[in-house]
């Protein structure tokens, strides 16, 4: 069974810190890449920042460079999102992205619950 759980969201206040951990089970981690996406109220769902398994491609959006840092764990199949000087606009619910990188997963994606991230004083 597939599971994507994300935890460490939360209130924070602006210019605070929080770190997001999804731990990954039920499919091989090596062949995927990892992202964060993000949804706040009213708004489409957007990539944050996305890791390749061997850590050796990384992307992030624009509007979270310098201040996010994406990070990957293969021992214990699990990717970090800290998160710096948050602002009121990092408010969303933040999903945890699996998707097929390899000849034997691709086209396969799954997704976490989300987790709540609240900046605001």
């Known amino acids: 069974q597939v599971q994507l759980v994300e935890s460490g969201g939360g209130l924070v206040q602006p210019g605070g810190s929080l770190r997001l951990s999804c731990a990954a089970s039920g499919f091989t981690f090596s062949d995927y890449t990892m992202s964060w996406y993000r949804q706040a109220p009213g708004e489409e769902r957007e990539l944050v920042a996305a890791i390749t398994s061997d850590g050796g491609r990384i992307n992030y959006a624009d509007s979270v460079k310098g201040r996010f840092t994406i990070s990957v764990d293969n021992a214990v199949n699990t990717v970090a999102l800290q998160m710096n000087s948050l602002k009121p606009e990092d408010t969303a619910v933040y999903y945890c992205?699996?998707?097929?990188?390899?000849?034997?997963?691709?086209?396969?994606?799954?997704w976490g619950q989300g987790t709540q991230v609240t900046v605001s004083s």
């Open positions: 992205n699996a998707r097929g990188a390899t000849r034997r997963s691709m086209g396969y994606a799954y």
